[in-house]
C-alpha cells in the first residue's frame, strides 16, 4: 500500500481508538460507575477528548489529508472516499479555534447543571440566561463554520450531511398539515379498551423477552451486550463490540421490549460496518438521520406490526404465564399502536411524534435566524402545541423545558428524529418489494432474510455515500413525506377504522 496511506491510517486509527476509549468510559458511567466516580470519571473525559481533538486536528494529518485528497484520482475509490469524508471532518474541526471549543464546552456542562433544577422546577427564568449565552455560542459557531443560506444549515451539518434548512421546510410543511388532521379523526373515533394492561408486569420477565427478541433479530451477543440505564441508548467501540441498554418499569409491559428493539435497530447497523473499515472514521451512519430510521424501522415498521405480534404473543406468555391467555394478536397490535396527542416527546407515538419535532424545529430556525427571543420561547412553544397538537401546555416543564438538547447547545439535532421516520418509510417499501414474502418471514419470527439485505443495502456502506445517495441507490428517490404519510394512513386508519 500506498506509504502515505499507510501513515493515514495509522493516524486515523490512533485518534478512533481514543474516540472509542471515550465512549467506553461514558457507556460504563452510565450503566455500572459507582456514584463516588463521577469527579474523576469527568477528568479521564477531559484528559481524552482534549487528547483526541489534537490528535486529529494537527497540522501534520491536515498535511497528509490535503496531499492524498490532491491526488485522489490516483487512488482506490474505496481509499479516495475514506480520504474525502477524513478531510471534511478535520475541515470542521479546525474551523472552530481552540478557545471557542472550550469556552461551548464549559457552557454546556454549566447549563446542564442549572437545567436539570430548571427542569425540575419548572422555572423558565432560572435557565434563560445559560440558553441565552449557548444560542449567542451556537451563533458564533454557525459563522465559524460557514453557510449558503441560513446560518442554521452550519448547525444542521453537525447531524445531516448535505441537508439544508429550505429542504427540511419543504418536507416538513408536506408531514404538519396531514399529521394533524390524522391526530384529530384519531382523536375523534376514540380509544381501544386496554384493560387487560392494567396491573404490574414483572421487571426480570420483561427483560428475558427483550433478551429472546434481540437475538432473534440476529444481534450478536458475542459482539455486544444489554445492560439497565436510566436512558436507552446504543454505543460503538468497534463492529466487534456494540452495547445496547434498556430499562424495564413494572407498569409499562412494553416499554423495555420497544427500547429493546429500537437500540437494536441502532446496534445492528453498527455491527455491519465493514471489516475494513473499523478504525476509521467511515465506521458510521452518513447521517442521524439514516442512523435513526434503522432503531425506527426495527421498531415501528416491525416490532408495531401484527404479524410480529402472531409470532411473539404465543413466545411472550410463557415469560408471564397465565397473564395473557385470554389476549389475542390484535389486543397487542393496538396496544402498541394507541395513538394520541401528548405533551412529552418521548411519550409520543408515530402518529403525533413529528409533530413535536416540527415545532422544535420551527422554534430553533427562529431562535438561530435571530427571529425569536429565548425570553418568548415559552408562549411561542405553547401556542405551536396547541395549534400543532390541540392540546394546552400546563407548565414548561411539560413544554419548553422538557428536553435535554438545547442545554447541550445541540441546535440542529431535533429535525433528524423525523428525519428517520421518512427514510425508514422508504428504505422499509424497497425491502418490501425486494425481499419474497418479508412479512411471511417476520410471522415465523425469521428475520435473516430481512437482516442480509440491510447489512448489503445499508449498514456495509458506513459513511462511504451520503444519505441522500444512499437512498437513492435504494429506492431510486428522494427523500419525501409521502410514503411516511401513506405508511401512517394506512395503518391507522384501519386500526382506528376511520374509512378513507
Ligand atoms: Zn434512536
Redesign the pocket.
Known amino acids: 500500500m500506498d506509504g502515505d496511506l499507510q501513515d493515514l491510517r495509522r493516524k486515523l486509527g490512533e485518534v478512533s481508538d481514543i474516540h472509542n476509549a471515550i465512549a467506553l468510559l461514558q457507556w460504563d458511567q452510565e450503566t455500572c460507575m459507582p456514584p463516588k466516580g463521577g469527579e474523576a470519571r469527568s477528568w479521564q473525559l477531559a484528559t481524552l477528548s482534549a487528547l483526541e481533538h489534537r490528535l486529529f486536528t494537527a497540522e501534520s494529518l491536515g498535511n497528509l489529508l490535503r496531499e492524498l485528497h490532491a491526488r485522489a484520482s490516483a487512488l482506490e475509490a474505496a481509499d479516495a472516499t475514506l480520504v474525502e469524508v477524513a478531510l471534511y471532518d478535520y475541515n470542521r474541526a479546525t474551523k472552530l479555534p481552540e478557545d471557542f471549543v472550550h469556552t461551548f464546552a464549559q457552557e454546556q456542562s454549566r447549563a446542564l447543571a442549572v437545567w436539570v433544577d430548571a427542569h425540575r422546577t419548572s422555572d423558565f427564568a432560572l435557565f434563560r440566561p445559560n440558553l441565552e449565552r449557548l444560542l449567542a455560542l451556537a451563533r458564533q459557531k454557525a459563522e465559524y463554520l460557514g453557510y449558503a443560506e441560513s446560518p442554521y444549515d452550519a448547525l444542521l451539518g453537525d447531524y445531516e450531511r448535505g441537508m439544508t434548512t429550505a429542504e427540511v421546510k419543504r418536507l416538513f410543511a408536506g408531514l404538519a398539515a396531514e399529521q394533524s388532521r390524522l391526530v384529530e379523526r384519531i382523536v375523534a373515533a376514540g380509544q381501544p379498551g386496554l384493560a387487560w394492561l392494567a396491573g404490574d408486569w414483572d421487571e426480570a420477565a420483561q427483560w428475558a423477552f427483550s433478551l429472546r427478541v434481540l437475538e432473534d433479530m440476529g444481534y450478536d451477543f458475542e459482539a455486544g451486550r444489554q445492560d439497565p440505564s436510566i436512558h436507552p441508548f446504543s454505543i460503538y467501540f468497534d463492529t466487534c463490540d456494540v452495547r445496547v441498554t434498556t430499562r424495564a418499569t413494572k407498569e409499562a409491559l412494553f416499554s423495555c421490549l420497544m427500547s429493546s428493539i429500537?437500540?437494536g435497530g441502532?446496534a445492528l447497523y453498527m455491527q455491519g460496518h465493514a471489516e475494513g473499515d473499523r478504525r476509521t472514521p467511515l465506521c458510521d451512519a452518513p447521517s442521524l438521520g439514516m442512523?435513526?430510521s434503522q432503531?425506527?424501522m426495527w421498531e415501528n415498521e416491525i416490532g408495531r406490526s401484527l404479524p410480529f405480534w402472531r409470532h411473539y404473543l404465543p413466545i411472550m406468555r410463557g415469560f408471564f404465564p397465565g397473564r395473557l391467555d385470554t389476549v389475542a394478536p390484535e389486543d397487542v397490535y393496538a396496544a402498541v399502536n394507541l395513538a394520541k396527542p401528548s405533551l412529552i416527546r418521548v411519550e409520543a407515538d408515530e402518529c403525533t411524534y413529528n409533530l413535536h419535532i416540527i415545532i422544535r424545529f420551527e422554534l430553533e430556525v427562529a431562535l438561530i435566524e435571530g427571529d425569536l427571543d429565548v425570553g418568548d420561547i415559552p408562549g411561542a412553544w405553547n401556542a405551536k402545541v396547541r395549534e400543532y397538537l390541540g392540546l394546552d401546555v400546563p407548565d414548561d416543564a411539560h413544554g419548553c423545558l422538557q428536553d435535554i438538547h438545547w442545554a447541550h447547545g445541540a441546535f440542529g439535532y431535533f429535525p433528524t428524529y423525523a428525519l428517520?421516520n421518512l427514510y425508514a418509510a422508504q428504505v422499509f417499501n424497497a425491502m418490501l418489494e425486494q425481499i419474497p414474502d418479508l412479512w411471511g418471514n417476520v410471522e415465523r419470527g425469521y428475520f435473516g432474510p430481512l437482516l442480509s439485505w440491510l447489512r448489503a443495502n445499508v449498514h456495509v456502506h458506513g459513511r462511504r455515500k451520503l444519505a441522500r445517495e444512499l437512498l437513492h441507490d435504494i429506492t431510486g428517490a428522494e427523500l419525501s413525506p409521502e410514503p411516511y404519510l401513506a405508511y401512517l394512513n394506512h395503518k391507522f386508519g384501519a386500526l382506528y377504522g376511520l374509512g378513507t
Do not use: D, L, M
Request: proline share 0%; hydrophobic share 0%.
Open positions: 429500537h437500540e441502532h442512523h435513526e432503531s425506527r428517520g
